[in-house]
């Protein structure tokens, strides 16, 4: 088994070296590109050197751990213009889900989160802490869904949506590319591109450029 290079050195980092534990992975250490955290420890892991250094550990797997969709794209992005880094996906032993789930590569899941049947996860998605996904659902990439989501059956999330804590969505709905529901939003018609959502009901309130 390889030992992992966990991505970022901000909180959720902290997080994903102690769920990496949980899955009985050994973390190498951690890259980052704020210089003034190298040689710290986060989490018991060391922080190695900047993101591009990844080269120097390519007998490793990869696992980035940085919440925000876009921020996460950018970080593969520059990873993958410099060679082909074996990235890894780590799910909790306390998650369930069916036969009928599958996910990509680089997708964290989270203690305490339930998938129930063909629910179909792109590459470097997060779901956090105790996550709740209905049947027939499919994420794009690069989605990110924070701790205590409830996702009904049949949704779509496009590549690089946001869901903010303890938001609840609709059956059938479609979050499109780039979207965000708020936290606690409760989502019961459908976002399209770029655009927050927030609130009970969800309303939208700007669209990001």
Known sequence: MKDLIVIGGGGFAKEVIWLANECNKVVRGVLDD???????????????GKVDDWVKYSDCEFIVAIGSPRVRKL????MHA???PDFTSLVHPSVLYSNTVTYGKGSIICAGSILTADVNLGGHNILNLNVTVGHECSFGDFVTVA?????SGNVVLRDK???GTGAVIRQGLTLSSGSMLGMG????KNIP???IF???PARKLKEIS
């Not at 970080?75 to 520059?78: G, I, M, S, T, W």
């Not at 939003?185 to 019961?188: A, C, F, H, Q």
């Open 198 to 200: 927030a609130g009970n």
């Open 193 to 195: 591109e770029n655009t």
């Open 185 to 188: 939003g409760v989502l019961t």
């Open 147 to 151: 701790p205590m989501v409830a996702v």
């Open 161 to 163: 949506v946001e869901i």
């Open 82 to 84: 410099l060679g082909s």
């Open 34 to 48: 704020a210089v003034e955290t190298h040689g710290t420890i986060i989490q018991g892991s060391i922080v190695l």
């Open 75 to 78: 970080v593969v992005d520059k």
